[in-house]
């Protein structure tokens, strides 16, 4: 008789959030039992409301930094708690710290004690103001680490060289994911982040609010294919660090303008004060995730604004 094939279990901290939630959709879709654990500081039961009574799907609202303790068996820790907007990590530094190093701690703890496979959520922000472009991952990056993002990058910065240590240490098996400017539904409107700022102010018949010249670039990758990256990866055999995003780059002032001609809005741009340490350039190079995980973006961002707006029209 052929054996019956178990359910895989994953855990997603930070599982309410925008992209832990998206995550967490995408692995019951796959057959996963997963865990979401929260504390809702970002994140919010509405990302994840709709799964309320699958009895693949279990929610335990708790600090990451605290101690993680789960009866059952876990195949998968997928690390994803954190602030991660510049207006959210300047008014939480300390909990983004303590997330980054505390949080990841207890994460890689529970995923050696369950002899699980441990993904980290980290960022383009290891890069900072970045001095080469685009950016690879073999680029140590240029961070002020006593600047307003320094608490985020150090954070995360510090989260990579943890998830080393475990993996040369314990030999847990590790996976780290550098992620680039995302987008997409489930985006808090109010998060301040340039995506929702625009399509909000834009709905709103409201001036876009552009911060410098707006000639600072970045390259914005639509959720679903975030994903979809991040879960080859965990899938792959490498343990060495991987850019996820999309390398269409464009200044600010042309997504701006992007923006408005997306939503139909009249609104007109007022600029702001450039805030500090804001990188000035952002391209992922996906060389590495083009060849070891066949993975590319495909959600066109014409495509990927329409799906955003179109869940912001119900939120402005
Ligand atoms: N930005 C802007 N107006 C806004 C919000 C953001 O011009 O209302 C700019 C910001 O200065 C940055 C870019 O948009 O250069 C992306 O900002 P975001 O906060 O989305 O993320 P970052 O890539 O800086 O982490």
């Not at 309320?52 to 068996?73: C, R, S, W």
């Not at 911060?211 to 994903?227: A, P, V």
């Amino acid at each position: 008789m052929e054996k019956k094939k178990t359910m895989p279990t994953s855990v997603i901290t930070g599982g309410a959030g925008f992209l832990g939630s998206h995550l967490v959709d995408s692995l019951i879709a796959r057959g996963h039992k997963v865990v979401a654990i929260d504390n809702l500081v970002t994140g919010s039961v509405d990302n994840i409301a709709h799964l309320a009574g699958n009895p693949q799907f279990k929610f335990i609202e708790q600090d990451v930094t605290e101690y993680l303790f789960l009866d059952m068996p876990v195949d998968y820790v997928w690390h994803f708690a954190s602030p991660a907007s510049p207006v959210d990590y300047l008014e939480l530094p300390i909990q983004t710290l303590k997330v980054g190093s505390l949080g990841t701690h207890k994460a890689l703890g529970l995923a050696m004690q369950k002899k699980a496979r441990f993904l980290l959520a980290s960022t383009s922000e290891t890069y900072g103001d970045p001095l080469v472009h685009p950016q690879t991952e073999e680029y140590w990056g240029n961070v002020n680490a006593i600047g307003p993002r320094g608490c985020y990058d150090e954070s995360k910065r510090f989260a990579e060289a943890l998830t080393v240590a475990y993996h040369r240490e314990h030999k847990v098996e590790t996976r780290i994911v550098r992620i680039f400017n995302t987008y997409g539904p489930r985006m808090r409107l109010r998060d301040g982040r340039v995506v929702p700022a625009f399509i909000s102010q834009a709905l709103k018949n409201k001036p876009l609010t552009v911060f410098g010249k707006g000639e600072q670039t970045r390259s914005f990758c639509y959720c679903s294919d975030l994903i979809e990256g991040i879960y080859r990866l965990m899938m792959s055999e490498t343990d060495h660090p991987v850019n996820i995003g999309n390398p269409q780059e464009q200044t600010i002032l042309q997504f701006a303008h992007e923006i408005i001609k997306a939503t139909g809005s009249r609104s007109r741009i007022t600029y702001k004060p450039l805030p500090q340490d804001d990188p000035r350039q952002r391209q992922p190079d996906i060389t590495r995730a083009r060849t070891i995980l066949k993975w590319e973006p495909r959600v066109s961002l014409d495509e990927g604004l329409a799906r955003t707006i179109e869940y912001f029209r119900g939120k402005v």
